[in-house]
């Protein structure tokens, strides 16, 4: 009996211990920063003077906005149809500049009810494959293939970001210009156009990708 009395104690000692040797033989980084969730439009603890995720949702969201209100587009007869053409970057920041475009169509397409419409152009080599299967018969259409064409645009929407820099032994300072316009297909006049500017300074610079 005095054994059964002292085996259960000892037992649990040792599979404590057992545990504790398990949790230390992780990866620990008591010194690091855990991650943090936040908003696209928050500016967080990781941050440089450049083009961030808030800067993006600021600007996309202007544009859209600008956008709907624009005459061409809010008193259109019917609905006018847009192409994408791609965003040319001029700052030192190597970002992923179109992505600018596919937030402002996300943002029209989810909002604009219908007030406006975007041609799906990058995806044309499919597209295209799929028109020549159901004009030869080889897969089904609910409409006559004979007739079914694609649309054309009315509409170019595009853009442009500039930046300046400034080093001294103090910090770094950059300013971005983002720029978005609005091109008649047929005349090439520019029916819209809006901008917005940034600038940010900093001890330290920081690497973009």
Same mark, same amino acid.
Do not use: C
């Given at each position: 009996?005095?054994?059964?009395?002292? @085996?259960? *104690?000892?037992? &649990?000692?040792?599979i404590?211990?057992?545990?504790?040797?398990c949790?230390?033989?992780?990866?620990?980084?008591?010194?690091?920063?855990? #991650?943090?969730?936040?908003? *696209?439009? /928050?500016? +967080?603890?990781?941050?440089?003077?450049?083009?961030e995720?808030q800067?993006?949702?600021?600007?996309?969201?202007?544009?859209?906005?600008?956008?709907?209100?624009? *005459?061409?587009? =809010?008193?259109a007869?019917?609905? *006018?149809r847009?192409?994408?053409?791609? #965003?040319?970057?001029?700052?030192?920041?190597?970002?992923?500049?179109?992505? @600018?475009?596919?937030?402002?169509? =996300?943002?029209?397409?989810?909002?604009?009810?219908?007030?406006?419409?975007?041609?799906?152009? %990058?995806?044309?080599? =499919?597209?295209?494959?799929?028109?020549q299967?159901?004009?030869? +018969?080889?897969?089904?259409?609910?409409?006559?293939p004979?007739?079914?064409? @694609?649309?054309? &645009?009315? @509409?170019?929407?595009?853009?442009?970001?500039?930046?300046?820099?400034?080093?001294?032994?103090? +910090?770094t300072?950059?300013?971005?210009?983002?720029?978005?316009?609005?091109?008649?297909?047929?005349?090439?006049?520019?029916?819209? %156009?809006?901008? &917005? /500017?940034?600038?940010?300074?900093?001890?330290?610079?920081? =690497?973009?990708?």
């Open positions: 009996m005095k054994l059964t009395r002292y @085996f259960i *104690p000892i037992s &649990a000692l040792a404590a211990g057992f545990l504790s040797g949790a230390s033989s992780g990866v620990r980084n008591p010194s690091g920063v855990p #991650v943090t969730e936040m908003r *696209p439009d /928050e500016r +967080g603890f990781v941050a440089g003077t450049g083009v995720s800067d993006m949702v600021m600007v996309t969201d202007k544009m859209a906005r600008s956008i709907l209100s624009t *005459p061409q587009i =809010a008193n007869q019917g609905t *006018p847009v192409v994408l053409d791609p #965003v040319i970057n001029e700052t030192r920041f190597p970002i992923n500049k179109d992505i @600018f475009l596919s937030r402002i169509r =996300a943002e029209l397409n989810t909002k604009a009810r219908g007030k406006v419409l975007f041609l799906a152009r %990058e995806r044309m080599a =499919a597209l295209e494959k799929e028109r299967m159901k004009q030869s +018969g080889q897969v089904t259409s609910t409409t006559d004979n007739v079914q064409e @694609f649309k054309g &645009a009315d @509409f170019f929407l595009t853009g442009k970001l500039e930046g300046m820099t400034t080093r001294t032994k103090a +910090g300072s950059d300013y971005v210009l983002y720029t978005f316009q609005l091109i008649d297909a047929r005349t090439t006049d520019i029916i819209w %156009e809006d901008h &917005a /500017e940034i600038k940010k300074q900093g001890l330290e610079d920081a =690497a973009y990708r």
